[in-house]
């Protein structure tokens, strides 16, 4: 079956404007991550969804970063008034559910570049 | 979020050769522990995971050491294509769900 679908697979935006990613989970996965990785850095957790509970939100690195997830499947990350700091690679994983040894799927990721 | 801790690297080992990569996590309450891959400019994979009895995968063998709080994974006869970096990824129980931190991530080079 198809894995988690990112897009779009690379985005150049000019500093302050908003940017919306993309993600598609694996059909039947009820969990959900996004992830930001800078060059040379490991990941970064930002926001997580279990079906129908309030997301965690607790990674997101400021009020310009909002995330939603509508009818448990599709995400959407929004970055508004980008900036530099914001080029990275984010990267969306979905899982069967958040629950012990349960592996996490990762897309190919968004390759953001603010300029 | 707690920490994941890893040595950067990178290894440097020839064709053949045994490596091991050591991991450190900090919240003692961690349930579950895993070693993923990720190649240049990929998303990082699923490698194994990782058991408290330990666990082995073809030259592939993990093991977890609770009382230390650190993660093994040990390559042996290494291949041109383990090259890749190695994240190790720790999970504790946050309102009864796993959310993975990833550490930094072991660059492994193998070479002829």
């Known amino acids: 079956g198809a894995g988690v679908s990112q897009s779009p697979s690379n985005k150049v935006t000019e500093k302050g404007k908003d940017v919306e990613l993309r993600c598609d989970p694996i059909s039947g996965h009820t969990a959900l991550y996004w992830y930001r990785q800078s060059l040379g850095q490991g990941l970064e957790f930002l926001i997580y969804?279990?079906?129908?509970?309030?997301?965690?939100k607790s990674g997101l690195p400021s009020d310009r970063f909002s995330a939603e997830r509508t009818g448990g499947s599709v995400s959407t990350l929004t970055i508004q008034r980008t900036q530099q700091e914001d080029s990275a690679v984010y990267l969306c994983?979905?899982?069967?559910?958040?629950?012990?040894?349960?592996?996490?799927?990762f897309g190919q990721g968004t390759r953001l570049t603010v300029v | 979020r707690k920490e994941v801790e890893q040595d950067p690297g990178p290894f440097n080992v020839p064709e053949g050769a045994t490596v091991a990569f050591n991991c450190t996590y900090s919240n003692s309450a961690s349930q579950s522990f895993f070693w993923y891959r990720q190649d240049c400019r990929k998303e990082p994979k699923l490698l194994m995971s990782?058991?408290?009895s330990g666990n082995e995968d073809g030259r592939f063998t993990a093991q977890l050491n609770r009382a230390s709080q650190y993660i093994s994974l040990l390559i042996r006869d290494s291949k041109l294509s383990d090259s890749a970096t190695y994240l190790c990824v720790v999970s504790d129980a946050s309102g009864g769900s796993y959310i993975p931190t990833f550490g930094r991530g072991t660059s492994l080079i193998v070479h002829p």
């Open positions: 969804f279990q079906g129908n509970s309030a997301p965690d």
């Open positions: 990782v058991y408290s």
């Open positions: 994983a979905s899982s069967l559910e958040a629950r012990r040894n349960t592996e996490a799927f």
